[in-house]
């Protein structure tokens, strides 16, 4: 009996310090599995996972040339509100896997820009994440997003 | 009973070697560890994301514990118990006819299969050895 009441307690120390070293080890991911909700991929937290950003002078040149599309990952309502001219609208909850996105027509010649809200929105991440691991190749993420766009003065619809 | 003082030690050190390299292979990669736990689907993400942070330190604190012979009771009890369910799981993924990494040594990639099955019986008993060993200790 007296053995039995050790092992409790050895038992329950050791899982004591396995937690702490656990969660004070990996106390970014924990903060990083906080800010984002990426659909049980967890190899979405890692480090270079995470698409490049383009800042919008460098979208915008692209743009002009009509070398890349653009992907709005707002909802429909806020992107019938306004958005970059000539952009597609993939909203992130209409996405579960990245093979949702292979079966969709998009051009794998083009540099592909998804955005956002701007600010700290993450939507625009996931989807350039998931059109990554769906294989396209050339994906980046708008600085700033749809506000910058739209501050800046370039060109946009409503629709 | 000499002989058997030296089996145990020797099995302790066995064990205890394998659920250190076995910890480390995890903690060097979480997120591909919770990946391969998430792919068994069994349980929900966010147990799967915990379990993925604290089991890879408790498999090594407990094969250092093992090891060294500081507080055996406590790590063997917690080897058999892991052992167990990793049991249970394998069973579950042959049964369902799953094709699935193990996640038992990161990067080092194991298919689920029988003999995986075996190795962790075998395990499991060498750990169940030592506990019913240490408990009997005064």
């Known amino acids: ?159 | 009973m000499k002989s058997k003082k030296y089996f145990i030690l020797a099995i302790r050190i066995l064990v205890g070697l394998i659920f250190i390299f076995s910890g480390i292979t995890k903690i060097i990669n979480p997120l591909g560890f919770a990946q391969d736990i998430q792919n068994y689907q069994i349980v929900p993400e966010f147990i799967s994301f915990w379990t993925a942070l604290i089991l890879p330190w408790l498999e090594l604190i407990c094969g250092i514990f093992l090891l060294t012979g500081i507080l055996v009771r406590g790590s063997s009890f917690w080897i058999s118990s892991m052992l167990f369910v990793f049991i249970l799981l394998i069973i579950s993924v042959l049964v369902r006819g799953q094709e699935i990494d193990c996640g038992c040594f990161g990067f080092i990639g194991h298919k689920v299969d029988w003999t995986l099955l075996l190795q962790d019986l075998i395990l499991f008993s060498l750990s169940l050895t030592i506990l019913v060993s240490s408990l009997k200790r005064k």
Request: include cysteine; hydrophobic fraction near 45%; proline fraction near 3%.
């Open chain 1, 1 to 159: 009996m007296r053995n039995f009441l050790k092992l409790t307690k050895e038992a329950v120390f050791i899982l004591i310090i396995a937690s702490i070293i656990g969660v004070f080890f990996n106390i970014n991911l924990i903060r990083k599995y906080a800010d984002y909700d990426f659909k049980g991929d967890f190899l979405f937290l890692e480090e270079d996972a995470l698409p490049e950003l383009i800042t919008v002078y460098e979208a915008e040149e692209l743009w002009q040339r009509g070398e890349a599309i653009f992907i709005d990952s707002r909802s429909e309502e806020e992107f019938k509100k306004g958005h970059i001219l000539g952009a597609i609208n993939i909203p992130l909850n209409s996405i579960n896997s990245p093979q949702d996105l292979k079966n969709m027509d998009i051009s794998q010649d083009k540099i592909i820009i998804a955005y956002c809200s701007g600010g700290d929105c993450k939507s625009s991440f996931y989807l350039a994440y998931f059109l990554q691991k769906a294989g396209f190749r050339n994906v980046k993420v708008l600085e700033g997003g749809w506000p910058k766009w739209f501050e800046n003065g370039l060109p946009w619809e409503k629709n």
